[in-house]
């Protein structure tokens, strides 16, 4: 079975910065593209950004993280992560990763989720 295990969160100031990790097991993380999708409270659930496989992974953002978010992967380790610079209180959600790219990312499998507050 496909887990996802997200972990990072926490409480930061507008400004600061977080890295969200995610542990994947239950399928062969190379051969997937990573997502990660979050949802803010009361909105719907929003990409964020995608990295697809291979070794020189394209990656892509949503408008609202360009610049300021980073995603990237360990595929030795089946870790994706997502690095959040630049903290905005609009940014506060819970972060999910999700197994495949940004058009399957929102129905794709995903994890407990791991909760970033931006005050």
């Known amino acids: 079975d496909v887990q996802l295990v997200e972990s990072g969160g926490g409480s930061v100031q507008a400004g600061g910065s977080l890295r969200l990790s995610c542990a994947a097991s239950?399928?062969?993380?190379?051969?997937?593209?990573m997502s990660w999708i979050r949802q803010a409270p009361g909105k719907e659930l929003e990409w964020v950004a995608s990295i697809s496989r291979g070794f020189a992974a394209s990656r892509s953002y949503a408008d609202s993280v360009k610049g300021r978010f980073t995603i990237s992967r360990d595929d030795r380790a089946s870790m994706v992560y997502l690095q959040l610079n630049s903290l905005k209180s609009e940014d506060t959600a819970m972060y999910y990763c999700a197994k495949g790219p940004r058009d399957q990312a929102l129905t794709s499998p995903r994890g407990q989720g791991t909760q970033v507050t931006v005050s």
């Open positions: 239950g399928f062969t993380f190379s051969d997937y593209a």
